[in-house]
């Protein structure tokens, strides 16, 4: 500690407490509590598969009736794409993305903690209405007109669409600052050749999130406007749509799985990079796999919809288009399986899920191929290949490789290694335990078993590939139990960190783990692809050169130019503050208020501008305000000497 740190410590820490845990805009704190948010609702909606599992182990079970079943896939499907897997995806972007460009903060670090409150609010909410029994009935896609007022009477509906409008605002919140942070925040000397392919991952997931979140908000705007206020979007017989659902939705939908796969894929190179001891083979070829990727992903959505009737030309259309998007994602296969082959392998538990990752994403893959075909789709449409086909790229395809980069960022966040051996049998566990369950339902599905039923006759052949299933279903809960016990026991007295336990070459272990407040004492100078490898080989680099003229006195940040990332300007970012926290609160009050009247939205909006008001009311100690004065009066003195406030 010199006294340069300890004045960065003092103008970057919280107020100490409660009021600090509210009040907090650092994005490391907020993330963490993201990442604990969303793997406590991913263990929520595992309860309820268990649940759904078990009623399916016998024909003819009658542990859930059909009502409670409706609500359980509903919930389980929704919770798992609304509040886990996009949210997670996000909140580990949170916490690694400045890290890894080497800046001090988030873009807008106030918008960030604003989202986190909207987030945990909504999902609070969604989980208590299925409490009461009002939960979502008419599945995770919402069609109307299950979901319509005549077939979903009740409040169930209205609290699913409002909440989903809801949560998606904080979704687009992190987008948004994470495009600003990677266009304008990162260090001098990182231009765009090189990025991170973790924060390349993450700028197309972005850019995804800003173009097709809008379309659910908008349908399921629609959808409780329909429902509450007698507009006819989706009635037809009044001249709405209700293919209109379908297409809004899918138009978000589709792009949804990979805007889930998409920084998985990033967290992939992360590892694969890193433990196979080289850099990535094919940097350029990945960068403009990701950018088609995120491109092509906006042209496929009608392949959700072959089964309703739409022009056979147009279906051919989406065949192809959907068929195209795996060379995108072979390029990239095969990129990394390059990187593998010529690496020196260190088969850390990290690696071993990312290993994993390609076993069960192919198999994902190719019955995403299958299905891409009309005749093939309209066979098994709605069947248990489609349940088989989702989960092995959503849990193949992403929830291994955040598992694997859940071993391989824990200690830079916690401070602390996790256990390998537990995680070894961890890893087993849920890889068996995941073709245990879903493999026999493509099976399943092929011999006739529909989705989204209570239960079955018996005599179909159907109940030996239910059991073996539920069977499997408990062996992952079985692994997701023992990574929880990993996490809880390496938290109490688990090895201490180094800043670099891995040998990575992004700057994100340049800094001590857990980083301090500030994160980088001296901003980075980059002048490679690896900034932590000597030559872009993987031996360590002795010294980081850095950038001076930074001030510690106030929460500055350098800003550097889109392309080449040269300094530009400096930029204050603002303090802590308990406004985001009461925003996030009066926006809660007018959707959920809405629900029940009409004039909710009116009333409600009151206290939501209330809030809003305060929060982005300019004060004279407003460090963007005092950065204008500071130009005039500071004139000729960019030399970053720290002053002192009178
Ligand atoms: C962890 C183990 C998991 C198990 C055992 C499991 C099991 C199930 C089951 C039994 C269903 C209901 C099938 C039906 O009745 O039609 C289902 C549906 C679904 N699951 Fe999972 N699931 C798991 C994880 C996930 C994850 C991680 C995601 C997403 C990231 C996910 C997304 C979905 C979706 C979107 C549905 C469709 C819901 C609907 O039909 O509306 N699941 N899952
Ligand atoms: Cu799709």
Same mark, same amino acid.
């Given at each position: 500690?010199?006294?340069?740190?300890?004045?960065?410590?003092?103008?970057?820490?919280?107020?100490?407490?409660?009021?600090?845990?509210?009040?907090? =805009?650092?994005?490391?704190?907020?993330?963490?509590?993201?990442?604990?948010?969303?793997?406590?609702?991913?263990?929520?909606?595992?309860?309820?598969?268990?649940?759904?599992?078990?009623?399916? &182990? =016998?024909?003819?079970?009658?542990?859930?009736?059909?009502?409670?079943?409706?609500?359980?896939?509903?919930?389980?499907?929704? &919770?798992?794409?609304?509040?886990?897997?996009? @949210?997670?995806? $996000?909140?580990?972007?949170?916490?690694?993305?400045?890290?890894?460009? %080497?800046?001090?903060?988030?873009?807008?670090?106030?918008?960030?903690?604003? *989202?986190?409150?909207?987030?945990?609010?909504?999902?609070?909410?969604?989980?208590?209405?299925?409490?009461?029994?009002?939960?979502?009935?008419?599945?995770?896609?919402?069609?109307?007109?299950?979901?319509?007022?005549?077939?979903?009477? %009740?409040?169930?509906?209205?609290?699913?669409?409002?909440?989903?409008?809801?949560?998606?605002?904080?979704?687009?919140?992190? #987008?948004?600052?994470?495009? #600003?942070?990677?266009?304008?925040?990162?260090?001098?000397?990182?231009?765009?050749?090189?990025?991170?392919?973790?924060?390349?991952?993450?700028?197309?997931? *972005?850019?995804?999130?800003?173009?097709?979140?809008? &379309?659910?908000?908008?349908?399921?705007?629609?959808?409780?406007?329909?429902?509450?206020?007698?507009?006819?979007?989706?009635?037809?017989? $009044?001249?709405?749509?209700?293919?209109?659902?379908?297409?809004?939705?899918?138009?978000?939908?589709?792009?949804?799985?990979?805007?889930?796969?998409?920084?998985?894929?990033?967290?992939?190179?992360?590892?694969?990079?890193?433990?196979?001891?080289?850099?990535?083979? %094919?940097?350029?070829?990945?960068?403009?796999?990701?950018?088609?990727?995120?491109?092509?992903?906006?042209?496929?959505? !009608?392949?959700?919809?072959?089964?309703?009737?739409?022009?056979?030309?147009?279906?051919?259309?989406?065949?192809?288009?959907?068929?195209?998007?795996?060379?995108?994602?072979?390029?990239?296969?095969?990129?990394?399986?390059?990187?593998?082959?010529?690496?020196?392998?260190?088969?850390?538990?990290?690696?071993?899920?990312?290993?994993?990752?390609?076993?069960?994403?192919?198999?994902?893959?190719?019955?995403?191929?299958?299905?891409?075909?009309?005749?093939?789709?309209?066979?098994?449409?709605?069947?248990?290949?489609?349940?088989?086909?989702?989960?092995?790229?959503?849990?193949?395809?992403?929830?291994?490789?955040? =598992?694997?980069?859940?071993?391989?960022?824990?200690?830079?966040?916690?401070?602390?290694?996790?256990?390998?051996?537990?995680?070894?049998?961890?890893?087993?566990?849920?890889?068996?335990?995941?073709?245990?369950?879903?493999?026999?339902?493509?099976?399943?599905?092929?011999? %006739?078993?529909?989705?989204?039923?209570?239960?079955? @006759?018996?005599?179909?052949?159907?109940?030996?590939?239910?059991?073996?299933?539920?069977?499997?279903?408990?062996?992952?809960?079985?692994?997701?139990?023992?990574?929880?016990?990993?996490?809880?026991?390496?938290?109490?007295?688990?090895?201490?960190?180094?800043?670099?336990?891995?040998? *990575?070459?992004?700057?994100?272990?340049?800094? *001590?783990?857990?980083?301090?407040?500030?994160?980088?004492?001296?901003?980075?100078? !980059?002048?490679?692809?690896?900034?932590?490898?000597?030559?872009?080989?993987?031996?360590?680099?002795?010294?980081?050169?850095?950038?001076?003229? !930074?001030?510690?006195?106030?929460?500055?940040?350098?800003?550097?130019?889109?392309?080449?990332?040269?300094?530009?300007?400096?930029?204050?970012? @603002?303090?802590?503050?308990?406004?985001?926290?009461?925003?996030?609160?009066?926006?809660?009050?007018?959707?959920?208020?809405?629900?029940?009247?009409?004039?909710?939205?009116?009333?409600?909006?009151?206290?939501?501008?209330?809030?809003?008001?305060?929060?982005?009311?300019?004060?004279?100690?407003?460090?963007?305000?005092?950065?204008?004065?500071? $130009?005039?009066?500071?004139?000729?003195?960019?030399?970053?000497?720290?002053?002192?406030?009178?």
């Amino acid at each position: 500690m010199n006294a340069a740190t300890d004045r960065l410590q003092a103008t970057w820490s919280d107020p100490p407490g409660f009021i600090g845990w509210l009040t907090t =805009v650092d994005h490391k704190r907020v993330a963490r509590r993201y990442i604990a948010t969303a793997l406590g609702f991913f263990v929520l909606a595992g309860l309820l598969a268990l649940a759904m599992r078990t009623q399916l &182990a =016998v024909s003819e079970n009658s542990l859930i009736g059909p009502d409670l079943y409706n609500q359980m896939f509903s919930l389980h499907g929704s &919770a798992m794409m609304f509040l886990f897997a996009v @949210p997670v995806m $996000e909140a580990v972007a949170v916490y690694v993305v400045p890290l890894m460009v %080497g800046t001090r903060n988030i873009s807008f670090p106030r918008l960030n903690a604003f *989202s986190y409150w909207v987030y945990l609010f909504g999902g609070i909410m969604i989980f208590v209405a299925f409490f009461m029994d009002v939960g979502p009935e008419a599945g995770w896609s919402g069609y109307v007109p299950l979901s319509s007022s005549d077939f979903s009477p %009740g409040k169930r509906t209205d609290f699913w669409a409002q909440m989903i409008t809801f949560t998606e605002v904080a979704a687009l919140c992190v #987008a948004v600052e994470i495009i #600003a942070t990677v266009m304008t925040m990162r260090a001098p000397g990182m231009t765009l050749a090189r990025i991170p392919l973790f924060v390349w991952a993450m700028l197309v997931t *972005s850019f995804m999130i800003v173009f097709a979140m809008p &379309a659910v908000m908008l349908s399921s705007s629609f959808l409780i406007s329909d429902r509450l206020v007698g507009t006819q979007f989706y009635n037809a017989a $009044e001249g709405g749509d209700p293919l209109l659902w379908q297409h809004l939705f899918w138009f978000f939908g589709h792009p949804e799985v990979y805007i889930i796969f998409m920084p998985a894929l990033g967290m992939i190179s992360s590892i694969v990079e890193t433990f196979a001891r080289r850099p990535i083979f %094919g940097y350029v070829p990945m960068v403009l796999a990701l950018v088609a990727t995120g491109f092509l992903a906006f042209g496929l959505w !009608v392949h959700h919809m072959f089964a309703t009737g739409l022009p056979p030309m147009g279906n051919s259309f989406y065949t192809a288009a959907s068929m195209l998007i795996a060379v995108p994602a072979g390029v990239q296969i095969f990129c990394w399986i390059a990187t593998l082959a010529t690496g020196r392998l260190h088969l850390r538990v990290a690696l071993l899920h990312v290993i994993g990752f390609f076993a069960l994403f192919v198999l994902g893959g190719l019955t995403g191929v299958m299905l891409a075909s009309v005749p093939l789709d309209l066979q098994v449409h709605d069947t248990y290949f489609v349940v088989a086909h989702f989960h092995y790229v959503l849990i193949g395809g992403a929830v291994f490789p955040l =598992v694997g980069a859940l071993y391989y960022w824990f200690p830079k966040i916690s401070g602390r290694m996790l256990s390998e051996r537990m995680g070894r049998w961890q890893f087993w566990l849920f890889f068996v335990g995941f073709n245990v369950t879903f493999f026999p339902m493509h099976y399943l599905g092929l011999i %006739g078993m529909p989705r989204r039923v209570y239960t079955y @006759p018996a005599g179909m052949g159907w109940d030996l590939y239910n059991f073996i299933s539920t069977v499997g279903s408990y062996m992952i809960a079985a692994s997701v139990l023992l990574l929880v016990i990993n996490i809880a026991r390496s938290l109490r007295k688990g090895e201490a960190a180094p800043a670099d336990p891995w040998g *990575s070459p992004d700057l994100s272990w340049a800094v *001590s783990s857990p980083p301090p407040s500030y994160n980088f004492a001296h901003i980075p100078v !980059v002048t490679g692809r690896h900034p932590l490898w000597a030559d872009d080989n993987a031996t360590p680099e002795p010294r980081l050169p850095v950038a001076e003229g !930074v001030r510690e006195d106030r929460r500055e940040v350098l800003l550097t130019t889109p392309v080449d990332a040269t300094p530009c300007c400096r930029w204050a970012l @603002p303090d802590p503050s308990i406004w985001p926290f009461w925003s996030a609160l009066a926006i809660t009050v007018l959707f959920v208020w809405s629900i029940f009247d009409q004039w909710g939205i009116v009333w409600g909006a009151i206290p939501l501008a209330i809030t809003l008001t305060i929060w982005f009311w300019p004060k004279r100690s407003d460090p963007s305000l005092k950065h204008d004065e500071d $130009e005039h009066t500071d004139e000729g003195r960019d030399d970053g000497e720290p002053r002192h406030a009178a």
